[in-house]
């Protein structure tokens, strides 16, 4: 009797937990979901975007390249190269570029710093969703057209739906940058690169840092965020024109392989 009472006495000294550590417990699971929630997203935003994007830019390239056609009224042809031979700059001055719609695609950008196959569509506009999320390179409103008196100013992801501007920092002074539309190549030295904050609109005016300065040159810039997976500040390079070469003349292949 004894024993049994003792059997009875121990399931009764078997005591509940404690709404503290349920509560804990649960709190721990969900913090376990949450975690592998943000991790997910995480892999969505810096790998699958990429791959999305990738996709669609590979196809833009393919039918805006397809859309570019001899202009209107072609400019004056260089000198037929030897036979092997490069083709040359026009001696002419730059085409006007008529502006475009929102969203618009008007020409492929090439960077040989980041590789031969660098080949990226750069849109009108700087939205997020119908220009960047796209995979594209944004052109900002009102800013010069390639080759024009002013400044051809871009700006791109630096992470994320395939982040154009993701190696912005490898850039070097005297480095390409190759605009190709449907009147040729244009071909930009870079000159310059630096820091700002966010508030610094300036930088894309017509003369960099000069707001309501009548430009001379032909300028290029390119803005993205910094440091990488950051947006606290803003990666700027600057390049100057320096030829452009007409589409019927040949694309200027020496000029897009990578040192």
Request: net charge negative; charged share 20%; with cysteine.
């Amino acid at each position: 009797m004894s024993a049994a009472r003792g059997a009875v006495g121990g399931r009764r000294g078997r005591s509940r937990p404690s709404l503290a550590l349920r509560t804990a417990s649960v709190l721990g699971e969900l913090l376990l979901t949450v975690g592998v929630l943000l991790l997910l997203f995480v892999v969505w935003q810096l790998w699958w975007t990429d791959v999305i994007a990738g996709r669609g830019q590979d196809e833009t390239v393919a039918q805006v390249r397809e859309q570019f056609a001899p202009p209107s009224e072609p400019a004056p042809a260089a000198p037929e190269p030897e036979p092997g031979a490069p083709p040359s700059p026009s001696s002419a001055p730059p085409p006007e570029i008529e502006p475009v719609d929102p969203a618009e695609v008007f020409g492929i950008v090439h960077v040989p710093r980041w590789g031969e196959d660098y080949e990226v569509p750069v849109a009108e506009g700087v939205d997020v969703g119908a220009v960047f999320n796209q995979g594209n390179i944004g052109h900002y409103p009102d800013a010069a057209m390639p080759g024009q008196t002013g400044n051809f100013a871009l700006a791109a992801h630096r992470q994320s739906y395939t982040a154009p501007f993701r190696d912005v920092e490898e850039l070097r002074e005297g480095d390409p940058v190759i605009v190709e539309t449907a009147e040729g190549w244009f071909v930009y030295r870079v000159t310059e690169d630096y820091v700002v904050t966010p508030d610094r609109v300036d930088v894309v005016a017509p003369v960099p840092g000069e707001p309501g300065e009548e430009p001379t040159d032909s300028l290029l810039t390119m803005t993205t965020c910094h440091p990488l997976y950051s947006a606290a500040e803003r990666w700027i390079t600057h390049g100057e024109f320096e030829e452009w070469y007409p589409r019927e003349g040949g694309e200027p292949t020496h000029l897009m392989e990578a040192d």
